[in-house]
T-cell receptor
């Protein structure tokens, strides 16, 4: 079975631009979570979705938004990019959002 | 709010030697505890987890961890390290917040394995 997949693998943007990152969960998983991992740090929680509803939100500005689609895939959107948004963005899926999360390989975002 | 401390930023061991990575957590209730491993440029792979029951947990790749409530610790161990174990290791504590479960990660411990 395929694991969590994310696209694109790498992305380079300039300050002020907008970016959309995509995630497909493991088949049968209905919850998707997003994390930001800055170099040298552990992942930091951004959002969790379950059955297309937002279940949790971390301490990130309103420039960050997400949504989950009927097929349980998800998009993370970041507006007005800042240099500090450069990071590895990880997506994780789980059956219900209350059980073990399985991570994708991530999208490396570089903001110049 | 929950938190995780991994006091060692780097650990260096020789191949074949034993390994212990430390993790201390802060959380008011019974925690869900996890260890993940991350190879360079990769996502996180779950090594093992503790939800309840036996406090000694067996994981993949020969790893184990012991939950000690009195010490608020969940240290990861392996009796004999292989060169392929070189990676970043993250401890996480999960807390149920309303209808969701949110893990908080430590900053990680980088494992270096000498031949």
């Amino acid at each position: 079975d395929a694991g969590v997949t994310q696209s694109p693998t790498h992305l380079i943007k300039t300050r002020g631009q907008h970016v959309t990152l995509r995630c497909s969960p493991i088949s049968g998983h209905k919850s998707v979570s997003w994390y930001q991992q800055v170099l040298g740090q552990g992942p930091q929680f951004i959002f969790q979705y379950y059955e297309k509803e937002e279940r949790g939100r971390g301490n990130f500005p309103d420039r960050f938004s997400a949504r989950q689609f009927p097929n349980y895939s998800s998009e993370l959107n970041v507006n007005a990019l800042l240099l500090g948004d450069s990071a590895l963005y990880l997506c994780a899926s789980s059956l219900t959002g209350l059980d073990t999360q399985y991570f994708g390989p991530g999208t490396r975002l570089t903001v110049l | 709010a929950q938190s995780v401390t991994q006091p060692d930023i780097h650990i260096t061991v020789s191949e074949g030697a034993s390994l212990e990575l430390r993790c201390n957590y802060s959380y008011g209730a019974t925690p869900y505890l996890f260890w993940y491993v991350q190879s360079p440029g990769q996502g996180l792979q779950l090594l093992l987890k503790y939800f309840s029951g036996d406090t000694l947990v067996q994981g993949i790749k020969g790893f184990e961890a012991e939950f000690k409530r009195s010490q608020s610790s969940f240290n990861l161990r392996k009796p004999s390290v292989h060169w392929s174990d070189a990676a970043e290791y993250f401890c996480a504590v999960g807390a149920r917040t309303g209808g969701s479960y949110i893990p908080t990660f430590g900053r990680g411990t980088s494992l270096i394995v000498h031949p």
